[in-house]
């Protein structure tokens, strides 16, 4: 049974900082590729940024790129973003995901296959 365990959410001041985490457990970490997407009420889930199995490949959308940093640590199967000079419009439900089919680039979510139950960020002005 795969299970993702987002951790590290809150509320924070615009420009301020937080690091979310997730927790692998139940696949092979070693393999998969890992992301984080984000979504508001009311509007779409949004791709974050992505990660290689190997963490040598990044991805990032435009809206967070040079804010967020991606990492992995393959020894405890955890991967996280850190986030800084956040931004109200950066408040959303923060998911981790992962993407067991060795390809790496596709942001569609259809293309991750587990999720995580999500944590909430808030960014207030």
């Known amino acids: 049974q795969v299970r993702l365990v987002e951790s590290g959410g809150g509320l924070v001041q615009a420009g301020g900082s937080l690091r979310l985490s997730c927790a692998a457990s139940?696949?092979?970490?070693?393999?998969?590729?890992m992301g984080w997407f984000r979504q508001d009420p009311g509007k779409e889930r949004e791709f974050v940024a992505a990660?290689?199995?190997?963490?040598?490949?990044?991805d990032y959308s435009d809206s967070v790129r040079g804010r967020f940093t991606i990492s992995r640590d393959n020894a405890k199967n955890t991967v996280s973003v850190q986030m800084n000079s956040l931004k109200p419009e950066d408040t959303a439900v923060y998911y981790c995901?992962?993407?067991?089919?060795?390809?790496?680039?596709?942001?569609?979510?259809?293309?991750?296959?587990?999720w995580g139950q999500g944590t909430q960020v808030t960014v207030s002005s």
């Open positions: 990660i290689s199995w190997s963490g040598r490949t990044t």
């Open positions: 995901v992962a993407d067991t089919s060795r390809h790496f680039g596709d942001r569609h979510p259809s293309s991750f296959d587990y």
């Open positions: 139940g696949l092979t970490f070693t393999t998969a590729s």
